[in-house]
């Protein structure tokens, strides 16, 4: 089963920043969580990790609570290609990536 | 461009055939991996492979035989499936396998083939 857990769906308007949130309550000190998303009949894209730090790149950022216990990615300027279902992972005991449900982001003009 | 081809793209099949699916990566990583995606359920991953040795075989049926010759290809042979095996069936690879949750393995995937058995 997923380590983590997330909205169903979630909506956002074209041009404002879409914060998705995730919790994994139970994620060792070690481990990193993963975010990929889904575009409609697509394979999944890689975004972002992370460990402890925050982290940004040209798609997003990550920011992780202290405590490590939950995470929020940032999409800080959404357009409609960024509607997809988007994915936070914690890798199980032998490194796979284990998908949940993740969460539906719908961009809307 | 993700590097990681499949083909074909969308497979017809009856119950009776037999088919296979290809995937190519580009990338000269070292794990492959085969996911199925059924409608309104999470990728679920069906087999592993590192250096052309399975290591992972996650209670898939045997109508499901996955070969791969070498690193770079990766195929799903398909026999006397069922309607319910109608699914996206998606192809990765990563540099490596990851260890546990603690090392970086970011994996790539492909377009994916969507089957449909009649």
């Known amino acids: 089963d997923a380590k983590t857990t997330q909205p169903t769906s979630m909506d956002c308007a074209e041009g404002r920043a879409a914060n998705l949130p995730c919790n994994h309550s139970?994620?060792?000190?070690?481990?990193?969580v993963y975010w990929y998303r889904q575009i409609h009949s697509q394979g999944p894209q890689y975004i972002i990790h992370?460990?402890?730090n925050n982290e940004t790149n040209e798609m997003a950022s990550l920011i992780i609570t202290e405590d490590r216990k939950s995470s929020t990615l940032i999409l800080p300027h959404a357009t409609l290609r960024d509607t997809a279902v988007y994915y936070c992972i914690v890798p199980g005991s032998q490194g796979n990536l284990i998908f949940g449900k993740g969460t539906k982001l719908s961009v809307k003009p | 461009e993700t590097g990681v081809t499949q083909t074909p793209r969308h497979l017809v099949m009856g119950m009776t055939n037999k088919k296979s699916l290809k995937c190519e990566q580009h990338?000269?990583?070292?794990?492959m991996y085969w996911y199925k995606q059924s409608a309104k359920k999470p990728l679920e991953l069906m087999f592993v492979y590192n250096f052309k040795e399975q290591t992972e075989n996650n209670s898939v049926p045997s109508r499901f035989s996955p070969e791969c010759p070498n690193s770079s290809h990766l195929f799903l042979h398909l026999h006397t499936l069922q309607p319910e095996d109608s699914a996206l069936y998606l192809c990765?690879?990563?540099?490596?396998?990851?260890?546990?949750?603690?090392?970086?393995?970011?994996?790539?995937f492909g377009p994916g083939t969507r089957l449909t058995v009649l």
């Open positions: 990338l000269g990583h070292n794990a």
């Open positions: 139970t994620i060792s000190g070690n481990e990193y």
């Open positions: 992370g460990l402890k």
């Open positions: 990765a690879s990563s540099q490596d396998l990851g260890s546990g949750g603690s090392s970086y393995n970011e994996q790539f």
